[in-house]
């Protein structure tokens, strides 16, 4: 069976793993999340959303930040 949890034992390594890429895999699924919305939204996410809800503006916006 597997039961022995025991620090050091097989299953207990296997168990920590797992749940290190658990809460590595809901810290990024959180990061993306926030990266859909215009408030929480940074970087090139921000961009790809501001060009998506106004497809017009001219090049030059993007490089300086307006429009």
């Known amino acids: ?3 022995d949890l025991r620090p050091g034992s097989v ?3 296997l168990a920590e793993a797992f749940a290190r890429e658990l809460a ?3 810290e990024r699924l959180g ?3 926030d ?3 215009l408030e929480t939204g ?3 996410s921000l961009e790809v959303l ?3 809800l106004c497809p017009r503006r001219p090049w030059w ?3 300086f930040g307006r429009g």
């Open 1 to 3: 069976m597997i039961r």
């Open 11 to 13: 299953t207990r390594t």
């Open 24 to 26: 590595t895999l809901c």
């Open 31 to 33: 990061e993306t999340y």
């Open 35 to 37: 990266s859909a919305f």
């Open 42 to 44: 940074t970087g090139e």
């Open 50 to 52: 501001i060009d998506e």
């Open 61 to 63: 916006c993007r490089l």
